[in-house]
Each structure stands twice: as structure tokens, then as C-alpha cells.
């Protein structure tokens, strides 16, 4: 018998991947909390596009309150694309639906196999890190991609049990997700991760401050030092912590910390890494925090720049930059502050 595959978080990545997957045949459930989203699936389908052709998927589509209607015909794996504050509820209702081999993989922004094993044990606990893909829930119904398929680039998925080891599990994951876009085991999860997560205490952090798409973000000259420093202490802080960090933006950690320190040529390298990215970002690109505050939802922007912030202070280091836009962002979500380039102009490197 083939995989029942769920994925709970039928928003941008996870009706993306969910959808990606319905085309390519497999036995796919999606769960959603926008009912429109939900209702519209059942009776249309639904609409994948954006960069790509415009198809039409028909995976199974739920409401949360017919989640439970899965434990006659449980889940072999389940992909969490929830918001990181969402993590231990949905975890908790993914749990009683799991079949006896069934496992749960994180799909999300920040840091969060360490909240999902506490509730359903690390055996049961994966990840898939996500690399510069851009996608977005644009009504109820469509989900379109904001950037051009990376294809042989370089590796979107990534895939990695919590103890690093390459197990039948993870090559199944990666034949799958190669339905959606390019993928690859990773035997370092955590460096992958933490890797992730700087790259979007920038993105977010940036584009929610100064309501900039990502491609005005990657424009825009004036940030260039900004985004630097963002990257250079995430590096810092992920070091420290021990993690084995990988490219980020496509320029390793110590070219973005050697730039941070005014090397040239390290700066040099960043400037043609970032206009790599750019060639492949679309106008309507926009990060999932600064989506969220268009949309009036909370904002995971304390799983990302808070993350490295709560980190660093654990350690005693300094992130003056990760700080600064940290706590432009809460007052943007408090509603104290519009977005606008103007609202980083008193930061420490504004």
C-alpha cells in the first residue's frame, strides 16, 4: 500500500507541497484552519501557479474539526507547516492520528523538532529545512509561487533526521518533495536549520520593518549594511551554540562576518550572492511575517529574530542589529509603528 501523507497547514508551503504531491499521485490529505481555504479545496480543487503553470490539484482537504475522522485511516507521515506559536496544539491534534509507523516533519520557520519530540518522542520527530522558496496563499483556493524553481541550482528541501544519520525515511522524503522542486538528505539538521533561520532574521525582519518586497529589500543599497550585520550576528550566535552553519544566501558564514568587519572582498561577495537571489525573485514575493501583518494575523518574528536574540543573551553576546529590528517589528504588530524604510533609520547601522 502506497503512504497516506498529510500535511497540516494548508497556507503558502504546505498547499504548495501538498499540492505538488496531489499532482504527482500520491494519497495526500490537506488540514486547514481558514475555512473558505478549506471549503473552496473541496469543491474546486486547488489552484497551483505564479511562476509556473497554472494546474489544478484535488488532494483531500479538511477542517480542523474533522481531524478526527482520520484516526480510522491514520497518517504515515505528516508535514507540519503551522506558524512556529501553533506548533504543541497541532502536534498534539497530529499525534492520535499517526499510523503505528507514522512520523511528523517539520516544515516550518525557527527551530521547533525539539517541541514536537517532546509530545510525540524524537523517533517520531523529522525535519525538511526549506531553501529560498517563495510561495503564498493568495485567496482562497490559489496558492501561487513567487520565485522561479530552483530545479539542479541547488537543493530547496532539505531533509534530515534529528540524529543526522541518512535512514530509508529520509530518501523516501526526498523522492517525494522532488514531486514539489529540487531535494537532498542533509546529515546536519541543526546547521541547516540555524543556517535557515538567519536568512530570515533577515527577510522577515527587514521586509516587516520597512514593508519592502523581498525583491525592493534585495534593491535597495542602503540595507546592504544592514542585512550584513543581521546575517553576521545570527552567524555569530549559531557558532557559539555549535551548529555547523552552511551557505546562506549562497556566501559561506565567515564571508558574511569578514564583511561585517568591512572586508571588501568578502563584501564584494555578498553583493554578487544577493544579486544571484534577486534574478529569481519576483515583485509579488513578500516574507510570511511581513504577509502576516498585511493580513493583521500574528507574526512568528519571535521564532526568528527573537530566536537569535534569546540565544545570544543566553550567551552573553552581543546583537545590537537582530535587537533593533526585533523591537521595530513588536511595535509594528502593536500597532505603535507603520512599516516604512524610515522606521530603521535609528538603528545601529540606519
Same mark, same amino acid.
Given at each position: 500500500?502506497?503512504?497516506?501523507?498529510?500535511?497540516?497547514?494548508?497556507?503558502?508551503?504546505?498547499?504548495?507541497?501538498?499540492?505538488?504531491?496531489?499532482?504527482?499521485?500520491?494519497?495526500?490529505?490537506?488540514?486547514?484552519? %481558514?475555512?473558505?481555504?478549506?471549503?473552496?479545496?473541496?469543491?474546486?480543487?486547488?489552484?497551483?501557479?505564479?511562476?509556473? @503553470?497554472?494546474?489544478?490539484?484535488?488532494?483531500?482537504?479538511?477542517?480542523? #474539526?474533522?481531524?478526527?475522522?482520520?484516526?480510522?485511516?491514520?497518517?504515515?507521515?505528516?508535514?507540519?507547516?503551522v506558524k512556529s506559536y501553533d506548533t504543541p %496544539?497541532?502536534?498534539?491534534?497530529?499525534?492520535?492520528?499517526?499510523?503505528?509507523?507514522?512520523?511528523?516533519?517539520?516544515?516550518?520557520?525557527?527551530?521547533?523538532?525539539?517541541?514536537?519530540?517532546?509530545?510525540?518522542? =524524537?523517533?517520531?520527530?523529522?525535519?525538511?529545512?526549506?531553501?529560498?522558496?517563495?510561495?503564498?496563499?493568495?485567496?482562497?483556493?490559489?496558492? @501561487?509561487?513567487?520565485?522561479?524553481?530552483?530545479?539542479?541550482? #541547488?537543493?530547496?528541501?532539505?531533509?534530515?533526521?534529528?540524529?543526522?544519520?541518512?535512514?530509508?525515511?529520509?530518501?523516501?522524503?526526498?523522492?517525494?518533495?522532488?514531486?514539489?522542486?529540487?531535494?537532498?538528505?542533509?546529515?546536519?539538521? %541543526?546547521?541547516?536549520? =540555524?543556517?535557515?533561520?538567519?536568512?530570515?532574521?533577515?527577510?522577515?525582519?527587514?521586509? /516587516?520593518?520597512?514593508?519592502?518586497?523581498?525583491?525592493?529589500?534585495?534593491?535597495?543599497?542602503?540595507?546592504?549594511?544592514?542585512?550584513?550585520?543581521?546575517?553576521?550576528?545570527?552567524?555569530?550566535?549559531?557558532?557559539?551554540?555549535?551548529h555547523s552553519l552552511v551557505a546562506i544566501y549562497?556566501?559561506?558564514?565567515?564571508? %558574511?562576518?569578514?564583511?561585517?568587519?568591512?572586508?571588501?572582498?568578502?563584501?564584494?561577495? @555578498?553583493?554578487?550572492?544577493?544579486?544571484?537571489?534577486?534574478?529569481?525573485?519576483?515583485?509579488?514575493?513578500?516574507?510570511?511575517?511581513?504577509?502576516?501583518?498585511?493580513?493583521?494575523?500574528?507574526?512568528? @518574528?519571535?521564532?526568528?529574530?527573537?530566536?537569535?536574540?534569546?540565544?545570544?543573551?543566553?550567551?552573553?553576546?552581543? /546583537?545590537?542589529?537582530?535587537?533593533?529590528?526585533?523591537?521595530?517589528?513588536?511595535?509594528?504588530?502593536?500597532?505603535?509603528?507603520?512599516?516604512?524604510?524610515?522606521?530603521?533609520?535609528?538603528?545601529?547601522?540606519?
Amino acid at each position: 500500500m502506497g503512504l497516506r501523507i498529510g500535511v497540516f497547514g494548508a497556507g503558502g508551503v504546505g498547499g504548495y507541497v501538498g499540492g505538488r504531491l496531489a499532482l504527482a499521485g500520491e494519497d495526500v490529505t490537506l488540514i486547514g484552519q %481558514w475555512p473558505e481555504h478549506v471549503d473552496c479545496i473541496k469543491r474546486e480543487g486547488l489552484r497551483l501557479g505564479g511562476t509556473e @503553470i497554472e494546474q489544478v490539484a484535488r488532494p483531500v482537504a479538511l477542517h480542523l #474539526h474533522e481531524v478526527q475522522s482520520l484516526a480510522r485511516h491514520p497518517l504515515d507521515i505528516v508535514f507540519l507547516c503551522v506558524k512556529s506559536y501553533d506548533t504543541p %496544539w497541532a502536534t498534539m491534534m497530529t499525534a492520535p492520528c499517526l499510523s503505528p509507523r507514522g512520523f511528523i516533519v517539520s516544515m516550518q520557520n525557527g527551530m521547533n523538532e525539539e517541541c514536537i519530540a517532546g509530545l510525540v518522542g =524524537w523517533e517520531r520527530t523529522m525535519g525538511v529545512v526549506l531553501s529560498t522558496i517563495g510561495v503564498n496563499a493568495i485567496a482562497p483556493g490559489q496558492v @501561487i509561487r513567487t520565485t522561479e524553481a530552483a530545479k539542479e541550482a #541547488h537543493a530547496v528541501f532539505r531533509v534530515g533526521e534529528v540524529h543526522g544519520r541518512i535512514t530509508q525515511r529520509v530518501t523516501e522524503l526526498v523522492r517525494l518533495l522532488q514531486c514539489a522542486d529540487s531535494a537532498a538528505a542533509t546529515t546536519n539538521l %541543526w546547521g541547516e536549520r =540555524w543556517s535557515k533561520l538567519v536568512t530570515n532574521s533577515i527577510s522577515h525582519g527587514l521586509s /516587516a520593518a520597512t514593508g519592502l518586497t523581498s525583491r525592493k529589500l534585495l534593491e535597495a543599497g542602503f540595507l546592504r549594511r544592514i542585512i550584513t550585520r543581521l546575517a553576521a550576528e545570527g552567524v555569530q550566535v549559531g557558532q557559539a551554540l555549535g551548529h555547523s552553519l552552511v551557505a546562506i544566501y549562497g556566501a559561506l558564514p565567515e564571508a %558574511w562576518t569578514a564583511a561585517a568587519r568591512g572586508d571588501q572582498s568578502s563584501a564584494s561577495e @555578498i553583493d554578487r550572492r544577493l544579486k544571484e537571489r534577486l534574478a529569481r525573485v519576483t515583485s509579488r514575493e513578500r516574507p510570511s511575517v511581513a504577509q502576516d501583518l498585511v493580513r493583521g494575523r500574528r507574526t512568528e @518574528i519571535d521564532y526568528t529574530n527573537g530566536l537569535i536574540v534569546s540565544k545570544a543573551r543566553m550567551l552573553g553576546i552581543t /546583537a545590537p542589529v537582530q535587537e533593533t529590528i526585533l523591537a521595530i517589528v513588536r511595535r509594528i504588530e502593536r500597532g505603535d509603528l507603520a512599516p516604512s524604510p524610515a522606521t530603521i533609520a535609528g538603528s545601529p547601522e540606519g
